[in-house]
C-alpha cells in the first residue's frame, strides 16, 4: 500500500472554539466539586482540530471559519499562525464571542465536552456562495455537525455543482437533508452518529458487523462511508473499495480530539489522491499518535510520523 505523494488541497468550512481543559482524577458527581489536576486553555472547534490535523498530514489547507472580536479570537488567531495555517479566511463577527469548549479529562484519558457556539454560527449558507472559487478548486471540501445543517446542504450542493469531493463528519450528529448525506464521499461517523442516519450492525456490533454495515450503507446513504470504533479502530467502505484497521495498543493519555485527528489526516489522504483504504489505515495510524499526547491540535503527527506509524503497523 503506497502512501499518496500528492500534496492535495482541502477547504475546511469548520467550527473554531477556545477550549478550557481541566485534567481530574475521576468526573465529578452530580452537584459534586473536586480539585483539578491540571488546566490548559488552547485552540479548539472540530473544524480547526481536523484544519490542523489536515495541515500536519501534508494538504494545503485553507479554513473557512469565525471568531468574535474579542480576546479569545486573538488567541485562536495566533495559535492558527503558530500551526503555520493561513487565517485570510477567518473573519471576526462583531456582535458574537468566539465559541468555547469546556472539557474535563479524567484520569484514563476519556473526555467530557460543552460547548457554546458563540461566532461559529455566522458559518452562513451565504457564505458558501461568498467561497465558490475556493470550492471548486480544491481537491476536497470538509466539515461537520457543528456547522448549521443549512450551510452543510449548500456545500453540498456547490460541491456537486463543481466536482469536488465533499466529505462529512457528522459530529455532532444533525438533521441534515437525506440529498446532502447522498452528496459524501465518505460520511465519517461514530457508532451513534450512524445509527442516527440509519447505518446500523445486523449483528452485536463487532467490527465485523460495523464492516458490514460500512459496506450496505455506500449508495444507500453516502457515496462511501467510514465509521469510527474508538479503540477497535475504523472500517470504511467505497464501491469496489473495503477495509478494516484495526487500532494500534498504546496507553492512552487523552482522547480530546482524537476523532478530529483521523478525520483531517482521512482528508489529506483522501485529497492527495490515495484510495480509501489507504486513507483509513493512515488516519487510524494518526488517532494512535494523538492519544498519546495532551491536548487537541499540538497532538496531531506530523505526515512522516504518521507514515513511519503506518509502516510500523504493517
Not at 35 to 57: D, I, P, Y
Not at 129 to 157: M, Y
Amino acid at each position: 500500500m503506497a502512501a499518496a505523494a500528492r500534496a492535495g488541497s482541502v477547504v475546511v468550512f469548520g467550527s473554531l472554539n477556545v477550549d478550557s481543559t481541566s485534567y481530574v482524577d475521576r468526573f465529578p458527581l452530580p452537584g459534586e466539586t473536586l480539585a483539578s489536576t491540571g488546566f490548559a486553555t488552547a485552540l479548539g472547534g472540530k473544524g480547526t482540530n481536523q484544519a490542523v490535523a489536515a495541515h500536519r498530514s501534508g494538504a494545503a489547507v485553507r479554513l473557512v471559519a469565525r471568531v468574535g472580536a474579542d480576546a479569545s479570537g486573538d488567541f485562536a488567531l495566533a495559535e492558527l499562525a503558530r500551526h503555520g495555517l493561513d487565517v485570510a479566511s477567518i473573519a471576526a463577527v462583531p456582535d458574537a464571542p468566539t465559541g468555547v469548549a469546556q472539557i474535563t479529562v479524567d484520569a484514563s484519558g476519556e473526555n467530557t465536552i460543552v460547548i457554546t457556539a458563540g461566532a461559529n454560527a455566522a458559518l452562513t449558507p451565504e457564505l458558501v456562495v461568498e467561497r465558490h472559487d475556493d470550492i471548486a478548486a480544491a481537491d476536497l471540501v470538509l466539515t461537520q455537525g457543528e456547522v448549521p445543517a443549512p450551510t452543510i446542504e449548500r456545500l453540498a450542493a456547490a460541491c456537486a455543482r463543481f466536482g469536488t469531493r465533499f466529505v462529512l463528519n457528522l459530529a455532532p450528529p444533525i438533521d441534515v437533508s437525506r440529498g446532502a448525506l447522498a452528496e459524501c464521499d465518505p460520511l465519517v461517523v461514530n457508532e451513534h452518529e450512524a445509527r442516527s442516519v440509519g447505518i446500523a450492525p445486523e449483528g452485536a456490533g463487532s467490527a465485523d458487523d460495523w464492516w458490514g454495515a460500512a459496506e450496505a450503507a455506500v449508495g444507500r446513504v453516502a457515496r462511501s462511508v467510514v465509521v469510527t470504533l474508538g479503540a477497535e479502530g475504523a472500517v470504511g467502505a467505497a464501491p469496489g473499495v473495503s477495509v478494516a484497521c484495526a487500532a494500534p495498543e498504546v496507553d492512552a493519555v487523552d482522547t480530546t480530539g482524537a476523532g478530529d485527528g483521523f478525520t483531517g489526516t482521512l482528508a489529506a489522504f483522501l485529497a492527495g489522491g490515495a484510495e480509501l483504504d489507504e486513507a483509513v489505515v493512515a488516519a487510524v495510524a494518526a488517532g494512535g499518535l494523538a492519544v498519546q499526547r495532551r491536548g487537541t491540535t499540538d497532538s496531531y503527527a506530523s505526515r512522516d510520523e504518521i507514515l513511519q506509524a503506518m509502516e510500523d503497523d504493517a
